[in-house]
């Protein structure tokens, strides 16, 4: 069994920053693209930021600049770093990872929970 697990959301005034951390536990054997989305109320779930397993990341076009998105393979984590929040960054963030786990050939999609981000003043 594998779980992500989001944490760091909350609440910001525009132009603030948070950081939100996806911490993969369980079985994993190897991590290989890992992201992020986003899904606000009425809206479909969006990417925000991916970042293959050799650390190259993209970015929506949205976020480009303001958003860094990091990965630590040891720790099997990924991080990301939101910078001058506007409201429309509001949305609950998910974590995405396509993994391999011990023991199975095949990788899998997996998702967390999600972390609410707020930005209102």
């Keep these: 069994q594998v779980q992500l697990v989001e944490s760091g959301g909350g609440l910001v005034q525009p132009g603030g920053s948070l950081r939100l951390s996806c911490a993969a536990s369980g079985s ?40 860094t998105i990091s990965r630590d393979n040891a720790k099997n984590m990924v991080y990301l770093q939101m910078n001058n929040l506007k409201p429309e960054d509001t949305a609950v963030y998910y974590c995405n990872a396509n993994l391999v786990r011990y023991g199975d050939i095949r990788s899998y999609d997996c998702w967390g929970q999600g972390t609410q981000v707020t930005v209102s003043s």
């Design 28 to 67: 994993v054997f190897r991590i290989n693209a890992i992201g992020w989305y986003r899904q606000a109320p009425g809206k479909q779930r969006e990417l925000v930021a991916g970042i293959t397993s050799g650390g190259i990341p993209n970015y929506a076009a949205s976020v480009k600049g303001r958003f």
